[in-house]
């Protein structure tokens, strides 16, 4: 519901105003639109029994998914946005260098657009989501370390705890009509939350801005359904909802590359934080960095897919693994890497929330949920909300809302993790025979 802009000082009117260009001018940009590959390409892989590479190139882009607006007069506008942001706000505004990163963003998105289908994609998907060889820090384990040491580990869990909730007994309607009831709990005075089924994406699971889709015929266990209930729901909805009920800074409703990492991340956390997250939910996100590593190291395609059939997914799973790595380039070029933003989205938010709590900031780790944030941004967040520019988050899942909680977890955190678990391997060998 637009602001009367009445009840505004002449600054928070100004911060809206830019704020509502940029809503409007990011809103033809679709990439999850422009990037996908339809059914024929599928027909295509399987009427050659998965031994002959689609046919994606740059024109296939350009005639299945062609853009819907004029690329070159989108980028122009958002320059317009960022000049008019230095003019009106100056140079070392904070809200204007979050707006002006993300017309900044905006552009490169769209520019990875244009360059679909050729090895441009991948670079610019690189520096906007990350490399699975990104380091953290000088020395600092990467993406693809994390994966091995996580697939090692899984290794010798296996089925040791599989429970009956990890059984696949719910059909789509049933997942749909779970979810609706627990989310509607959940946001009791938000407004009309949908769940509905669709057979028009690729993952399980999708939230959109009112709404969950569920992938239409499909089976999944009670674990699967309580990972769509927290990680759609409660975070994805969640910011979406808080961001759309700002009142001057309506820019956080949307979100650029930027934000998607730190939405993912926030959201696997938050699995992991109430426990709902399980080994095979782990692999298939660690899978997902292997398969990119293995791209942007020159796999293509039919490399990619033979990888999920060693890992157990049967071919229809295989494939759609596959695409979500290939999406908007070619089989035999270089990975769409949105995918890293799971993992590295999480290490980040993990590491921001113990240093956090190490020097005094508890406070600042609900404002993750105030929109479709990033970490970078949160010291300026917390001065506008201080100033009233921006409203508290209203809907903080519960393990992030008690902070007395959130700070016991993360102080002994800070001390676990200066130990050395080769050494403690070695000490407590007798017992862990």
Not at 34 to 44: N, R
Not at 59 to 66: F, I, L, S, T
């Amino acid at each position: 519901m637009p602001l009367s802009q009445e009840f505004l000082g002449e600054y928070e009117q100004v911060i809206h105003e830019l704020s509502e260009r940029i809503v409007a001018a990011q809103k033809p940009i679709r990439i999850l639109d422009a990037v996908k590959w339809d059914e024929s390409v599928q027909e295509y892989f399987f009427k050659h029994k998965c031994r002959k590479l689609p046919d994606i190139n740059s024109d296939y882009y350009q005639q299945k998914n062609p853009l819907s607006f004029d690329p070159e007069k989108k980028i122009q506008e958002f320059h317009e946005i960022d000049h008019s942001i230095r003019r009106k706000l100056g140079q070392y505004s904070g809200v204007g260098s979050i707006m002006q990163r993300m017309c900044y963003e905006y552009c490169r998105v769209i520019e990875m657009l244009m360059a679909r289908g050729t090895p441009k994609f991948t670079a610019i998907s690189q520096e906007l989501y990350g490399s699975s060889e990104d380091a953290f820090h000088v020395g600092a384990p990467t993406l693809r370390d994390l994966a091995t040491l996580v697939t090692d580990t899984l290794s010798h869990i296996k089925d040791k705890v599989t429970t009956q909730a990890d059984e696949r007994i719910y059909t789509s309607e049933e997942a749909v009509s779970i979810l609706s009831e627990r989310l509607s709990a959940y946001f009791s005075d938000g407004g009309n939350i949908r769940v509905e089924l669709s057979d028009g994406i690729i993952a399980d699971a999708a939230a959109g801005a009112d709404r969950i889709k569920i992938h239409k015929g499909l089976m999944f266990s009670s674990r699967e359904i309580r990972i769509f209930e927290i990680h759609e729901g409660w975070v994805h909805l969640g910011t979406t909802l808080n961001g759309m009920a700002q009142p001057i800074c309506t820019f956080l409703s949307k979100g650029p590359p930027s934000s998607t990492i730190t939405q993912e991340g926030l959201a696997i956390i938050t699995e992991l934080f109430t426990f709902s997250s399980y080994p095979g939910r782990l692999k298939r996100l660690t899978n997902r960095i292997i398969a990119v590593s293995m791209a942007e190291g020159g796999a293509n395609f039919f490399d990619v897919f033979q990888f999920y059939r060693e890992q157990g997914l049967d071919e229809e799973d295989s494939y759609q693994s596959t695409v979500r790595v290939f999406r908007g380039s070619a089989p035999e070029l270089g990975p769409y890497t949105k995918d890293l933003s799971y993992s590295k989205g999480f290490i980040l938010i993990y590491n921001y929330m113990r240093l956090a709590v190490q020097r005094g900031l508890v406070k600042r780790i609900p404002l993750l949920f105030v929109g479709k944030t990033t970490l970078e941004d949160l010291h300026v967040l917390a001065d506008l909300v201080e100033e009233g520019i921006i409203a508290p988050p209203k809907y903080v899942p519960p393990q992030f809302a008690d902070l007395a909680a959130v700070s016991a977890w993360m102080v002994y955190s800070l001390f676990l993790n200066r130990l050395d678990l080769r050494r403690l391997a070695l000490d407590f060998k007798g017992i862990l025979q």
